[in-house]
């Protein structure tokens, strides 16, 4: 595996909401937000989902995944966001254990939790240079 540049690392670790696009069951997309965490060992963002949404539904017809984490800023030379793409499935035990580390509360609501393994990454960041992109590729 390609290892992921530190600056994107860091930006996805300070972030902690991301917005969802998968393909929904007429055929045409469906978005979500999800709050997350980062398995930064595996390349994979944990986030919460019911069997009974759209988004989680979708997942029937399709697990390939996309969206986007932005910096919420009105200033141009402090934009930053990554877009990316990333298979979705059921977590596994240590991936939930993430997911719960980061958000605790959420144990009480016993949420179903759900991985996306990233394949790519488009990384956007004015504080390198204005338009500046990295690109990282599983």
């Known amino acids: 595996m390609n290892e992921l540049d530190g600056r994107i690392v860091k930006f996805i670790k300070k972030m902690h909401l991301l917005s969802l696009s998968v ?5 045409l997309p469906y978005p979500a937000s999800c709050f997350y965490a ?4 595996n390349l994979a963002l944990i986030v919460a989902g019911s069997s009974d949404t759209s988004h989680i539904r979708a997942l029937d017809r399709c697990c390939d995944v996309a969206g ?10 402090k934009i930053e966001g990554v877009q990316f793409r990333a298979k979705m499935s059921a977590a596994n035990d240590r ?11 959420t ?4 949420p ?3 991985t996306l393994e990233l394949s790519w990454i488009k990384f956007t960041s004015n504080t390198l240079g204005f338009g500046k992109k990295i690109v990282w590729t599983r």
């Open 107 to 110: 144990l009480a609501m016993k």
């Open 38 to 41: 980062f398995d930064e060992r």
């Open 23 to 27: 393909i929904g069951e007429d055929g």
């Open 112 to 114: 179903e939790i759900w």
């Open 95 to 105: 991936e939930r254990d993430l997911y719960f580390k980061r958000f605790f509360y």
């Open 68 to 77: 986007t984490i932005a910096l919420d800023t009105k200033i141009v030379g």
